[in-house]
């Protein structure tokens, strides 16, 4: 779907929910399906479309967690740093994970193979350290297991 199309159906979407009571997490939830993610210039149009100031849009996508601000991998490699995990070295993974993936927790990869996200408490607390890799979950982790676990994902081809 070109980006022309993707704004048309926000555009129509917005039309629909315009009217109806608290339309913007809906509307910013539908956005963030169509375009992966909710860059400034769709926040811009969120704004516009539902007649509100854009300080609103920008500011409830910041604060809620499920909003993402940048494009995202293919790959959302999720490391749990809660207490159970961080104690259990969860630092020292993440330190590999930089390294092996050449970005810093929050970024993404320049071929958009890979999102690394240091998370709160993934609910695992039994196989700390513990780590996802969009559904697959991977426990009692050492550092030197990273860079083979990272492989598998590596030679998927990225869809565009």
């Known amino acids: 779907m070109s980006e022309k199309q993707k704004f048309e159906k926000l555009n129509a979407f917005i039309k629909v929910q315009k009217d109806l009571d608290g339309p913007l997490m809906p509307v910013m939830q539908f956005a963030q399906d169509v375009f992966g993610y909710l860059p400034m210039d769709v ?44 104690v259990k070295g969860a630092q020292k993974i993440l330190d590999v994970l930089e390294e092996e993936l ?44 990273i860079p083979e676990i990272l492989a598998k994902y590596k030679t998927q081809e990225v869809a565009s």
């Open 43 to 86: 926040q811009q149009a969120i704004a516009e479309g539902l007649g509100i100031p854009m300080t609103k849009v920008y500011g409830v996508a910041t604060f809620y967690s499920q909003f993402v601000l940048e494009e995202q991998g293919q790959h959302i490699v999720s490391l749990c740093m809660g207490t159970a995990c961080y």
């Open 102 to 145: 050449g970005i810093k927790d929050g970024k993404t990869t320049e071929d958009r193979k890979f999102t690394l996200s240091g998370t709160r408490c993934l609910g695992c607390c039994g196989l700390a350290p513990v780590m996802m890799i969009g559904e697959d979950v991977y426990g009692q982790l050492e550092p030197e297991q």
